[in-house]
């Protein structure tokens, strides 16, 4: 059954001592319909505090049911401050960590919230985040600090963690196995990226009918959503619409995911492609550093290869003076003067980097 929590801020219509009549209605509503309301009126007194923040939720990631259409590790970590002072709040640390991490990230917060206004704030997310990773049962952590550069009034509001998993991950090459019962024409599917935009999606299906939809995507995290417009899935017991059948499968044939049929209205799957959490290098990287062992020069070939940061350090860690020509897609360096050793290459796109020993003869 569908349920909705709704909060309002009646201060601006009741004054203190007075009684007042609050009124709510429905604006539409078909057939036999039963509503089930429930109210709860929460007052405040002065605040206790001058100073003082509060980290009210984690959103994101987080296994918890009510997030469960945006509480995942693709969509970043997303939290919710909240002034619970007296005193207009315009800074804030946060610190946030993954499991039992001694190295929090820190991210300082600028704005302008008045006594009990909260902010949606998405945190910048790093490999290093990331890097205290388990299979399973991690718990995100965050907490706030030095409200507008002062100390914190109330430290026991301060911090939040969350339960999350990593979402299954599915290989850039599969196809969609669906066969459809006998009411197609309820089904469609969409697969949608980072941003929601769609990518994928199909829809007049014909009845019991095999179809088979090879899918390739790029590296990233999508979600799934097959739709039933009939509320009642592709194999419900108590119709007569027959059994459908929706999986995953490799091209081979070999199962990665199947689905349960009997799902009512939508099977919503989150799902990431090859690595939930960092570019593979031979995806962001597919580069090329050639000659190795090299003399007087050597190139490094990739896309869009403008947009990448390239340094060299040598055996002892001093940077090197780079002198690169750019082609289409390549940089030529001269290295006549580099003395014979081991090079380290770094090479850093899109926020990921990585090394490569070149040597140099
Ligand atoms: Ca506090
Ligand atoms: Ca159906």
């Known amino acids: 059954m569908p349920t909705d929590v709704q909060e309002w801020d009646i201060t601006p219509y009741v004054s203190a001592g007075q009684s007042v009549e609050i009124d709510y209605g429905l604006s539409s509503a078909t057939g036999t319909s039963d509503y089930i309301v429930n109210h709860q009126l929460v007052s405040y007194g002065p605040a206790n505090h001058t100073l003082d923040a509060k980290l009210v939720e984690i959103i994101s990631p987080n296994n918890r049911v009510e997030f469960g259409r945006t509480g995942r590790i693709c969509e970043g970590v997303e939290v919710v401050i909240q002034n619970t002072g007296s005193t207009t709040l315009s800074s804030l640390e946060i610190e946030y960590w993954v499991n039992n991490s001694s190295s929090p990230e820190t991210y300082t917060w600028n704005g302008s919230l008045e006594i009990m206004?909260?902010?949606?704030?998405?945190?910048?997310?790093?490999?290093?985040?990331?890097?205290?990773?388990?299979?399973?049962?991690?718990?995100?952590?965050?907490?706030?600090?030095?409200?507008?550069?002062?100390?914190?009034?109330?430290?026991?509001?301060?911090?939040?963690s969350a339960a999350f998993e990593i979402p299954e991950i599915i290989p850039d090459e599969f196809y969609i196995y669906f066969r459809t019962n006998s009411a197609a024409v309820q089904n469609s599917y969409q697969i949608t990226d980072e941003s929601g935009t769609v990518v994928f999606s199909k829809s007049n299906f014909s009845n019991n009918q095999f179809n088979n939809d090879t899918v390739r995507l790029p590296f990233g995290c999508y979600t799934f959503q097959l739709n039933d417009a009939g509320d009642n899935g592709i194999s419900f017991w108590a119709n007569s619409e027959g059994n459908g059948s929706l999986a995953f499968r490799r091209l081979n044939g070999a199962n990665l995911k199947q689905f349960q049929g009997d799902f009512g209205k939508s099977i919503v799957f989150p799902f990431t492609v090859n690595s939930a959490l960092s570019k593979p290098e031979n995806k962001l990287f597919d580069l090329s550093l050639h000659p190795n062992p090299a003399q007087d020069q050597f190139s490094i070939t990739m896309e869009e290869i403008d947009k990448a940061e390239i340094v060299a350090f040598n055996g002892v860690g001093q940077q090197m003076t780079l002198n690169g020509r750019t082609y289409e897609n390549e940089v030529v360096y001269n290295t006549r003067n580099w003395k014979k050793g081991v090079y380290l290459i770094h090479i850093t796109k899109e926020g990921r980097k990585i090394v490569k020993k070149l040597l140099i003869l």
């Not at 985040?129 to 026991?156: F, I």
């Open 117 to 160: 206004e909260q902010e949606k704030i998405l945190l910048p997310s790093n490999d290093k985040l990331w890097s205290s990773l388990t299979a399973t049962k991690n718990r995100m952590y965050a907490s706030v600090h030095s409200p507008n550069g002062g100390s914190d009034e109330y430290a026991l509001n301060n911090e939040r």
